[in-house]
């Protein structure tokens, strides 16, 4: 039977499509309805659907709530207008008991246990995002540098789109993400990011599960075990 992720803030679905990649059934939550996100879908605020959603049937639990407080694309007089969703994120993720990682940008009030860029996965775009996690994370190697000499073309994926800053079709294309309008893909993380962390929570998933199955032994052998009398 297949692994279950809920994604947490899914939006159109870029940390989604990186999870089924990695072989999980997922479920997303937001707010706001969108008809592009490819998976089951629960639209509604995220902190209401974690009242009444029963947990016990997901391995990992996604989250990548807001950033336009900490970006750099929002101007700084508008920054504090944004909701700052990551304590009551973080303090939900760790009461769940569940494997999981939050995301977000690079200037956000995260653990930076993981920090990830496009050269690590051969995309076209730098985008680099930090990952607060709780297992093992090895990152990849880096890529050759961005840079108009070592990487013409590479695009920012922000803001309207299109002139200087890319077509759209170039930002499809240097995300990996060929199924989101304007609006949602600058939002996105590239499913490359979310497949790349999915892989190592496995493991952490295989190895807890074990250690349960040998745990689980353990306590049945005690069970068995007779204390032998002396000679
Ligand atoms: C950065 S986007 C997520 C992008 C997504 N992870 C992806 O890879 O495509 C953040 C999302 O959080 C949603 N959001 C903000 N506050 C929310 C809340 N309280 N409950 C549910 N969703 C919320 C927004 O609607 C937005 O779609």
Redesign the pocket.
């Known amino acids: 039977m297949a692994l279950k992720a809920l ?12 999870l089924k990649q990695a072989g999980f059934d997922v479920i997303g ?4 309805y ?1 008809k592009n996100y490819p998976f089951q879908k629960i639209v ?6 974690l009242t009444w959603l029963d947990l016990g049937m997901f391995d990992f639990i ?1 989250a ?4 336009q407080q900490f970006s750099k694309a929002t101007p700084s007089a508008r920054r504090a207008m944004h ?1 700052d ?1 990551i304590e009551p994120t973080r303090a939900a993720l760790e009461a769940s008991g569940k494997s999981y990682c939050m ?2 940008v690079e200037c956000a009030p995260l653990r930076p246990d993981v920090v990830l860029t496009g050269d690590m996965f051969g995309l076209n775009t730098y985008r680099k995002r930090i990952f607060e996690v709780n297992f093992p994370v090895l990152a990849p190697a880096p890529g050759p540098r961005f840079g108009p000499e070592t990487r013409p073309g590479s695009v920012t994926v922000a803001g309207g789109g299109g002139g200087s800053a890319g077509t759209f079709s170039a930002w499809c294309d240097a995300m990996g ?1 060929h199924w ?1 309008n304007r609006r ?2 600058v ?5 490359a990011y ?1 497949r790349f962390i999915a892989d190592w929570a496995k493991n952490a998933i295989d190895d807890r599960a074990e250690m349960l199955l040998a745990h689980g032994q353990a306590e049945k052998m005690a069970g068995q075990a007779r204390i032998l009398p002396s000679e």
């Open positions: 994604d947490l803030f899914c939006r159109a679905g870029g940390a989604s499509m990186g939550v937001d707010r706001i969108s509604g605020d995220a902190f209401e659907v996604w990548s709530p807001p950033c909701d969703l995301e977000n993400i989101m949602e893909i939002q996105a993380v590239p499913p979310a």
